[in-house]
């Protein structure tokens, strides 16, 4: 949010996780929403209250599982990519896979910007930019048919499987998130079977492909870039557990505020929204840190997913 007029950057994370919470929610309950008071620490934890419908008080706690993984290095190249999306009017949320780069010079910054005003639909509602990227495959060897790989395919080897004539390595570093389309998908999966079976195999082969990162429309008066700089391991999810309940535990004080209803926001980060680990995590852990609110949502990858939501006619302002 802007200070004194002037816009700070790189943006707080959870101030995009509000806005985005606000327009799924004023779009399923068709209620108008301002904020009436709002304070943010500096650990991630975002509390208040919103005005529903001019009558109806609902405070909020949000929090934003990313502040941890935040370093330097990342919030510069967030603060610059921000900046330029700014100058362009570029009122979006920019949803980095785990682990992504952010450009951080020419011509990076100026390709990134015409690829977020390129995105497109997705059938979710959210946009996709897509980004060319390069695979790089080599044969290693004549027996079997299995392909290993490094970077953003690597879940996907078992596909290839049996399709192969022979052991195969494939860098594909550059890659870290593919298209929703299974179209496209299923392109780059023939592509890559192609390339195997070409009698140069054993002369690396570059593969293009195409890296999708999430775009989402945002109201307000700036952009904002949302992800982590720390790629999948095996220390996340308990490190998102410890990191989580002390949020929790720090929010409390929002279930003693008056109000007509509560509801818990957890922004975090993911590759894929349906291959979050924010809804593990709560289901994961004792349930009375969080059994004060009446809705919980979490957010990654672009989108608000419901985890309790009343039903029909039971909030104040739904009836």
Excluded at 237 to 245: E, F, Q, T
Aim: aromatic residues 8%.
């Amino acid at each position: 949010m802007a200070e004194g007029g002037a816009t700070v950057y790189p943006s707080d994370p959870g101030e995009a996780g509000l806005r985005l919470f606000l327009q799924w929610f004023g779009g399923y309950y068709a209620r108008s929403t301002a904020i009436e008071a709002h304070e943010a620490s500096e650990s991630g934890v975002h509390r208040g209250v919103v005005n529903v419908g001019r009558r109806w008080r609902l405070a909020f706690s949000l929090l934003n599982t990313l502040a941890p993984d935040a370093d330097l290095p990342f919030e510069a190249a967030r603060a610059a990519v921000e900046q330029r999306l700014d100058g362009a009017r570029q009122r979006v949320a920019l949803w980095m896979p785990r682990g992504a780069h952010l450009p951080e010079g020419e011509p990076g910054l100026s390709q990134l910007l015409l690829q977020v005003a390129g995105a497109v639909d997705t059938e979710d509602g959210r946009k996709e930019l897509r980004r060319p990227v390069s695979l790089y495959l080599r044969r290693q060897g004549t027996s079997g048919s299995v392909v290993t790989i490094l970077g953003g395919l690597g879940g996907h080897w078992a596909q290839f499987t049996n399709r192969v004539p022979g052991t195969y390595y494939l860098n594909a570093l550059e890659l870290y998130r593919l298209p929703m389309s299974e179209e496209l998908r299923d392109e780059l999966t023939e592509r890559i079977v192609l390339a195997a079976g070409q009698p140069e195999a054993d002369d690396t082969q570059v593969i293009p492909a195409v890296d999708a990162w999430t775009v989402t429309p945002v109201e307000g008066d700036r952009a904002y870039v949302i992800g982590t700089p720390k790629p999948e391991d095996d220390n996340q999810a308990s490190a998102l557990r410890r990191n989580l309940r002390a949020l929790l535990r720090e929010a409390a004080p929002t279930l003693a505020l008056a109000a007509d209803a509560k509801a818990l926001i957890v922004l975090g980060a993911a590759t894929y929204a349906d291959e979050e680990k924010l809804t593990w995590a709560l289901r994961g852990m004792d349930p009375t840190l969080y059994a004060g609110y009446d809705l919980l949502v979490v957010i990654a990858d672009g989108l608000v997913k419901p985890l309790l939501k009343p039903g029909r006619a039971v909030l104040p302002w739904d009836a």
